[in-house]
């Protein structure tokens, strides 16, 4: 049972548009939410995080947006640029049985940014 | 550049071999986890440790056998794998109670089983 979906596999912007990610989750007790990026051949990288006391926040190009009623996030990237171009994971923090902290990932969207 | 050191990077072993992984920190972090990231799938928790103790150990077969000497080392020791154990395997590292930071990620090991 999957409780962080990232419904699109994939997504392809122009250059200079914005990117818009999303994901969805189904544990409400969930309450801090991250976006990592990741190339080939790389561990992803973190890009920006939020809390769900807030419902925005912003990290130039990159804003993330929480819904904490529709259990929804999305990433907005803006303006999009063929460097950002990679694989985006969400996730979620959560408490393990053994009461550790542990991060539960989405399958990923594959973002292409066409010139 | 993460902080987060992982080698190898690469590595191919038959399934008789015995092999090790390695992971180091220099974040000052007291969490350290191993993800295992397949084909098509989320990337997957296999174990916690927090201040060098073992706190999860999610399901993993016995073939792999993680240790944590010490806050900035973790291993994974692996012998007798399958062909389907090959995938990414990536280490992690974070502040681990009271956290409100990210999890930073080493590059990963690239494990092929034959």
């Known amino acids: 049972d999957q409780q962080v979906k990232q419904n699109s596999p994939s997504l392809s912007v122009q250059e200079g548009r914005i990117s818009i990610l999303n994901c969805d989750y189904t544990n409400s007790m969930f309450d801090y939410f991250l976006w990592y990026k990741k190339y080939p051949a790389e561990g992803p990288t973190f890009l920006i995080s939020?809390?769900?006391?807030?419902d925005k926040n912003e990290d130039g190009r990159f804003t993330v947006f929480l819904n904490k009623s529709a259990k929804h996030l999305s990433l907005h990237i803006v303006p999009s640029q063929p460097g950002d171009s990679a694989v985006y994971f969400c996730?979620?923090?959560?408490?393990?049985?053994?009461?550790?902290?542990?991060?539960?990932f989405g399958k990923g969207t594959k973002l292409t940014v066409n010139p | 550049e993460t902080g987060v050191t992982q080698t190898p990077r690469h590595l191919v072993m038959g399934m008789t071999n015995k092999k090790s992984l390695k992971c180091e920190q220099h974040l000052g972090h007291n969490a350290m986890y191993w993800y295992k990231q397949s084909a098509k799938k989320p990337l997957e928790l296999m174990f916690v440790y927090s201040l060098e103790e073992r706190v999860e150990n999610n399901s993993v077969p016995s073939r792999f056998s993680p240790e944590c000497p010490n806050s900035s080392h973790l291993f994974l020791h692996l012998h007798t794998l399958q062909p389907e154990d090959s995938a990414l395997y990536l280490c992690?590292?974070?502040?681990?109670?009271?956290?409100?930071?990210?999890?930073?990620f080493g590059q990963g090991t690239r494990l092929t089983v034959v």
């Open positions: 996730a979620a923090k959560a408490i393990t049985q053994g009461g550790s902290e542990k991060l539960v």
């Open positions: 939020i809390s769900s006391i807030k």
């Open positions: 992690a590292s974070s502040q681990d109670h009271e956290w409100r930071g990210p999890a930073f």
